[in-house]
């Protein structure tokens, strides 16, 4: 079993509509949780993170953590084509040691 | 602040030959990380370092690949001698360590290709 498990996509979903994005974990000694989006030929830039279980949100980008289930999601409203990225979740595992899912590319149509 | 800065951007190599891949992290930050991409396993952590000791460096994957350290302001990596196989994208990261909180920034990343 994977660290951090992502569905690879392609995620398409028309501009303006909701685009919800999933991963799961298998440590449950995991701490913290963030959410990168990378533009392609690009680095990595974190755009949210989540420590507690529950919502948490930042303009349009919702973030969502069940510690239970060990689930993270990221929604993002009103999507819009330069939204269109490959989302990375990232995990904590402790000590220091942030662990990456494969990412999901999410492509939004015009 | 000019964010972290990796060198070279790209680098081709020929099989065999020693790869150092640079990287200085953003002022004040205490902890340094390596990554390498590829699309077929993603961002996978090769070493970091707290402080500037290595504290994991589990994820190397093997006696060719070595990191440094030297100060707070500067790392390498190395590879001797390359291998197609080390063909990716090496990101260098750096974040001030709190408790579990580690935002990760990254560098533009090096695009290695070994020939």
């Known amino acids: 079993q994977k660290e951090v498990e992502q569905n690879s996509g392609p995620l398409s979903v028309p501009e303006g509509a909701i685009a919800s994005l999933n991963c799961t974990y298998s440590d449950r000694g995991s701490q913290s949780f963030f959410w990168y989006r990378q533009y392609s030929g690009k680095s990595p830039e974190l755009i949210m993170f989540?420590?507690?279980?529950g919502d948490k949100e930042d303009g349009r980008f919702t973030a969502q953590l069940n510690k239970a289930s060990q689930y993270v999601s990221l929604l993002i409203r009103d999507s819009q084509p330069s939204d269109s990225a490959t989302y990375l979740c990232?995990?904590?595992?402790?000590?220091?040691?942030?662990?990456f899912g494969i990412g999901t590319k999410l492509q939004v149509i015009p | 602040d000019a964010g972290v800065i990796q060198s070279p951007r790209h680098e081709v190599t020929e099989m065999g030959q020693e790869v150092t891949l640079r990287c200085k992290p953003i002022s004040g930050h205490n902890s340094l990380f390596w990554y390498r991409q590829t699309m077929m396993r993603g961002l996978e952590l090769l070493i970091y370092?707290?402080?500037?000791?290595?504290?994991?460096d589990s994820g190397m994957p093997e006696d060719r690949f070595s990191a440094k350290m030297p100060n707070a302001s500067f790392s390498t990596l190395k590879i001797q001698p390359s291998e197609p196989r080390d063909s990716a994208v090496y990101f260098c990261?750096?974040?001030?360590?709190?408790?579990?909180?580690?935002?990760?920034?990254f560098g533009s990343g090096t695009q290695l290709s070994v020939l």
């Open positions: 989540i420590y507690s279980n």
């Open positions: 990261a750096s974040s001030f360590s709190g408790d579990y909180n580690e935002k990760l920034f």
């Open positions: 990232a995990v904590n595992r402790g000590y220091q040691k942030v662990t």
């Open positions: 370092f707290n402080n500037n000791v290595p504290i994991d």
